[in-house]
């Protein structure tokens, strides 16, 4: 019997920060004589922030938070039916903590769907649902945060045959109910509404067993308002996976277009992303794995199209590091460079990082922060970007208890842009 992934989803935190997750679920014996399955989880999660790095802010900040996710499924053959709920809340809050909405999502109906197997190698969902397609840079679960996303809609997985697959989806997103300030402080409890103005849909193709273990995607996103903005993502990836006495390798590649309307008729969208990863697993006892990683994603100049490249419901925590009230860096308007350190034995992993972070245009917004010096005089440089977490997994106990740290360094443009906090580097 496998628990719920998010179990072992949960990620960083910073400065005396612990996360402690305790999945649990009927025996297996009780599990293999019932058509009844029950998975879930809890987790415990504090973080501090040292400064602000965010326009508006000052002081220090710190965030505790719970997540507990219950999922039952019944198996009726060919087809199941699988209800979550969700209860996330925060504390050791106050009116100037950083509090993003997904922070807060209490006794949530987080999951309702059926699922039809109607022949081999076919999956077809309907319902509300979570998902990750392909490497997660468009559609995630986003497992750090307290409330990941979810679609209302249907979605087909149907493999043709022993190389490949498709996997294709169409439906709205549920954003996260509430949203006003004073709802999240005191963890009042609120119905998500389906965003039914928006349509979201994908076809996803992948191809494996490729020679030298290689794995190729090609896929076609659409995102559609109904105020008539128009976003249409087609790219590529080609993996290598990693494995112990061998070099591994990412690409993507992702292009936007489509239009929006502004003033006086429709501005056309042109946008791009470049996501490259070349690494090594040395053949020891904790399979250490070095890597680098080169990441580009657009920014948007003055006049003619709009170029600022558009994360949909992409992840960021396995790029970039921590989100959560750290988070300093996403997929727009960004240049980075980085390597990575992994290892694992036993029941011990460890990760640390350290990335380079640039605005990709100058004049452009450096989103997550909210801050924008439209003559460019603040230069590029949001700054030296790091972070680290060591995890031990307690398997009788199926628990995962985790500790890390997370460093801004900051660059030029985090202190001289327009409204940029007048604070030292961040922990």
């Given at each position: 019997m496998?628990?719920?992934?998010?179990?072992?989803l949960?990620?960083?935190?910073?400065?005396?920060?612990?996360?402690?997750?305790?999945?649990?679920?009927?025996?297996g014996?009780?599990?293999s004589?019932?058509?009844?399955?029950?998975?879930g989880?809890?987790?415990?999660?504090h973080?501090?922030l040292?400064?602000?790095?965010?326009?508006?802010?000052t002081?220090?900040?710190?965030?505790?938070?719970w997540?507990?996710?219950?999922?039952?499924e019944?198996d009726a053959?060919?087809?199941?039916?699988?209800?979550?709920l969700l209860d996330?809340?925060?504390w050791?809050t106050?009116?100037?903590?950083?509090l993003?909405?997904?922070?807060?999502?209490?006794?949530e109906?987080?999951q309702?769907y059926v699922?039809?197997r109607p022949?081999?190698?076919?999956?077809?969902?309907?319902?509300?649902y979570?998902?990750s397609?392909?490497?997660?840079?468009?559609?995630?679960?986003?497992g750090y945060?307290n409330?990941p996303?979810?679609f209302?809609?249907?979605?087909?997985?149907h493999?043709?045959n022993?190389d490949?697959?498709?996997?294709?989806f169409?439906?709205?997103p549920?954003?996260?109910?509430?949203r006003?300030r004073n709802a999240?402080?005191n963890?009042t409890?609120?119905?998500?509404?389906?965003?039914?103005?928006?349509?979201?849909?994908?076809?996803?193709?992948?191809r494996?067993?490729?020679p030298g273990?290689?794995?190729?995607?090609?896929?076609?996103?659409g995102?559609n308002?109904?105020?008539?903005?128009d976003?249409?993502a087609?790219g590529a990836?080609?993996?290598?996976?990693?494995?112990?006495?061998?070099?591994?390798?990412?690409?993507?590649a992702?292009?936007?277009?489509?239009?929006r309307?502004?003033?006086?008729?429709?501005?056309?969208?042109?946008?791009?992303?470049?996501h490259?990863?070349?690494?090594?697993?040395?053949?020891?006892?904790w399979?250490?794995?070095?890597?680098?990683?080169?990441?580009?994603?657009?920014g948007?100049?003055?006049?003619g199209d709009?170029?600022?490249?558009n994360?949909?419901?992409?992840g960021?925590?396995?790029?970039?590091?921590?989100?959560?009230?750290?988070?300093?860096?996403?997929?727009?308007?960004l240049?980075?460079?980085?390597?990575?350190?992994?290892?694992?034995?036993?029941?011990?992993?460890?990760?640390?990082?350290?990335?380079?972070?640039?605005?990709a245009?100058?004049e452009?917004?450096?989103?997550?922060?909210?801050?924008r010096?439209?003559?460019?005089?603040?230069?590029?440089?949001?700054?030296?970007?790091?972070?680290?977490?060591a995890?031990?997994?307690f398997a009788?106990?199926?628990?995962r208890?985790?500790?890390?740290?997370a460093?801004?360094?900051?660059?030029?443009?985090?202190?001289?842009?327009?409204?940029?906090?007048?604070?030292?580097?961040?922990v």
């Amino acid at each position: 019997m496998k628990s719920l992934n998010a179990a072992t989803l949960a990620a960083s935190v910073f400065t005396s920060g612990l996360i402690l997750s305790a999945p649990a679920a009927a025996s297996g014996e009780e599990a293999s004589q019932s058509a009844f399955r029950v998975t879930g989880s809890v987790r415990l999660r504090h973080e501090t922030l040292s400064a602000p790095y965010r326009a508006g802010r000052t002081g220090s900040d710190q965030h505790a938070s719970w997540r507990i996710r219950i999922l039952g499924e019944y198996d009726a053959g060919p087809v199941t039916f699988g209800a979550e709920l969700l209860d996330a809340r925060t504390w050791l809050t106050d009116s100037g903590s950083v509090l993003p909405a997904s922070s807060v999502n209490a006794v949530e109906l987080y999951q309702a769907y059926v699922v039809v197997r109607p022949a081999e190698g076919t999956r077809v969902q309907l319902g509300r649902y979570n998902m990750s397609i392909g490497s997660g840079r468009l559609a995630a679960q986003n497992g750090y945060v307290n409330s990941p996303n979810s679609f209302v809609g249907a979605r087909l997985g149907h493999k043709l045959n022993e190389d490949w697959a498709l996997d294709a989806f169409y439906g709205s997103p549920v954003p996260i109910l509430p949203r006003d300030r004073n709802a999240l402080l005191n963890n009042t409890a609120r119905q998500d509404e389906v965003d039914w103005d928006t349509r979201f849909w994908a076809a996803h193709l992948t191809r494996a067993n490729l020679p030298g273990g290689m794995v190729a995607e090609a896929y076609l996103f659409g995102l559609n308002h109904a105020n008539g903005t128009d976003t249409y993502a087609p790219g590529a990836r080609l993996l290598r996976a990693a494995r112990p006495g061998r070099a591994d390798f990412e690409a993507e590649a992702i292009f936007q277009t489509g239009s929006r309307p502004v003033a006086g008729g429709r501005q056309d969208i042109k946008a791009g992303m470049v996501h490259l990863v070349a690494g090594y697993t040395f053949e020891d006892d904790w399979r250490t794995r070095l890597s680098v990683q080169l990441v580009y994603a657009s920014g948007d100049r003055a006049g003619g199209d709009f170029n600022r490249f558009n994360s949909m419901y992409g992840g960021r925590r396995g790029d970039f590091g921590p989100t959560a009230i750290f988070g300093p860096i996403g997929r727009e308007n960004l240049i980075t460079t980085g390597v990575r350190y992994q290892s694992r034995r036993g029941p011990v992993d460890f990760q640390a990082r350290v990335q380079e972070a640039r605005l990709a245009v100058a004049e452009d917004s450096w989103t997550r922060a909210g801050l924008r010096d439209a003559s460019g005089q603040s230069g590029r440089r949001i700054g030296i970007v790091a972070d680290a977490y060591a995890g031990y997994n307690f398997a009788s106990l199926n628990t995962r208890l985790e500790a890390g740290a997370a460093y801004l360094a900051k660059g030029r443009f985090a202190r001289n842009a327009p409204g940029a906090p007048d604070s030292s580097d961040v922990v």
